[in-house]
């Protein structure tokens, strides 16, 4: 079993950056792949970022791309969203995620956070 606990998040203009933090539980966290949701209101979770057990690959949504970067610290547990540039549209719950695969369906992940919200003002 992992529970993971993101932080965060909070308020900031457009073209601001934020870092998210998620800390996980357990023995078995650099098993698992890692990934990052997003959750904006009236609107379905959609991938955001994924990184390997290792932290040799990672994944990004073409949105995000190029403005976020996934990063992992195993002997810390904990796995990290630095998000650079954002928008509006960045606008969030942002929820981590524990599974067996980088894939970007929610669908595949075992764990998940309670979520951390993100506001981007204009």
């Known amino acids: 079993q992992v529970q993971l606990v993101e932080s965060g998040g909070g308020l900031v203009q457009a073209g601001g950056s934020l870092r998210l933090s998620c800390a996980a539980s357990g023995r078995t966290f650099s098993s698992y792949a890692m990934g990052w949701f997003r959750q904006a209101p009236g609107k379905e979770r959609e991938f955001v970022a994924a990184?390997?057990?290792?932290?040799?690959?990672?994944y990004y949504a073409d949105s995000v791309k190029g403005r976020f970067t996934i990063s992992r610290d195993n002997a810390k547990n904990t796995v990290y969203l630095q998000m650079n540039s954002l928008k509006p549209e960045d606008t969030a719950v942002y929820y981590c995620a524990a599974g067996t695969s980088t894939v970007p369906s929610p669908n595949e992940y075992d764990y998940w956070g309670q979520g951390t919200q993100v506001t981007v003002s204009s």
């Open positions: 990184i390997s057990w290792s932290g040799g690959s990672t």
